[in-house]
């Protein structure tokens, strides 16, 4: 099945006063409560930008394994840097991710009981890609800027009080990840995915993709539906976080990636709160506890 997601003008989101603005509202508010996805179009995450950020992380997992290795996060304590094969496991009913990946986190400075969190680390960058930092933190703050206009316009949507988050994500614990899926083996099992079905334990996620398709997501009628989003499309879905923040007025929903023949690109970005934001009073949730638990789970090297 091809995707039917919603569909939503991120100009609207700009500018509410829109004469369509009732209309968009209508599909805003399903896309969050029944599908937990939408996809934006007319973002500044325009062809020139995807092309730049694919192009310049590709660069990167063409790199031989021993200089990869040489920003390899499990020589770390925290997720910065190069995740090799089978460095995540986001389902345990099944098996480590056929994937690798490359994680950044904030760079900017940060509150002093913050610095020396996970969260807040220091990022590690390969230095034989002179443009790879820049490149990589130009987007970052671009998806950054897009989150917090998709938070606003949930505040809206969902009439929640005027800058209702934007406090909560002065330091954000967001992070920015390319996942690169190999081609799809025939000695893989069932239980071999590029990421295992899951939902994001974020707050929302802003997705690039390349042009090959694989996202599949839980739609409405309980049905596994294939992402196909067109040219100029950006992915957004949410997190368990928002959907406890939003007393489930919020859907976080439940994706996969299988693999096929070809190699494949996602570049997820995970915007999430600061430290010490509670997501839910009734359970006494902060989002930077709630975030430990998943990641000392989830990273193989954390486990150990």
């Known amino acids: 099945m ?5 569909k939503i003008d991120y100009k609207i989101i700009l500018n509410n006063e829109d004469p369509s603005f009732s209309d968009e509202l209508k599909t805003f508010n399903y896309a969050i409560s029944q599908y937990g996805f939408l996809l934006l179009k007319n973002t500044p995450i325009d062809k020139k930008v995807k092309n730049n950020i ?13 200089q990869k290795n040489l920003v390899n996060m499990a020589l770390t304590s925290s997720n910065r840097g190069w995740g090799a094969p089978h460095g995540e496991q986001v389902n345990p009913e099944y098996n480590p991710d ?10 900017k400075k940060v509150r002093t009981e913050f610095k020396d969190l ?12 002179p443009n790879f930092q820049k490149n990589v933190i130009d987007y970052y703050d671009l998806c950054t800027q897009v989150g917090i206009n998709v938070l606003s316009f949930i505040e809206l949507s969902l009439d929640f009080s005027k800058n209702f988050f934007s406090d909560k994500f002065e330091n954000p614990m967001s992070l920015l990840r390319c996942n ?27 997705l690039l993709t ?10 409405p009628s309980n049905e596994w539906e294939l992402v196909t989003p067109e ?3 950006v992915i957004v879905n949410f997190g368990d976080m928002l959907e406890f923040w939003s007393n489930k007025k919020i859907k976080a929903t439940s994706h996969r990636v299988y693999g096929n023949n070809n190699k494949r690109f996602s570049i997820p970005f995970f915007f999430n709160p600061q430290y010490d934001t509670i997501i839910s009073k009734k359970d006494n949730i ?19």
């Open 2 to 6: 091809n995707t039917i997601i919603p």
């Open 231 to 233: 040219e100029g499309d």
């Open 118 to 129: 996970t969260y807040y680390s220091e990022n590690l960058w390969p230095d034989q890609l």
């Open 210 to 219: 390349d042009n090959n398709p694989g996202l599949e997501i839980k739609n």
């Open 98 to 107: 056929y994937k690798e990946i490359f994680d950044s986190g904030p760079h």
């Open 286 to 304: 902060i989002a930077g506890e709630y975030l430990t638990k998943k990641y000392d789970s989830t990273y193989s090297h954390k486990k150990k």
């Open 54 to 66: 694919l192009k310049t992380y590709k660069a990167f997992f063409d790199l031989p394994f021993e």
């Open 180 to 206: 690169y899926y190999p081609p799809r083996m025939s000695t893989l099992s069932n239980k071999d995915f590029g990421v295992a079905p899951h939902t994001d334990y974020g707050c929302l996620t802003i």
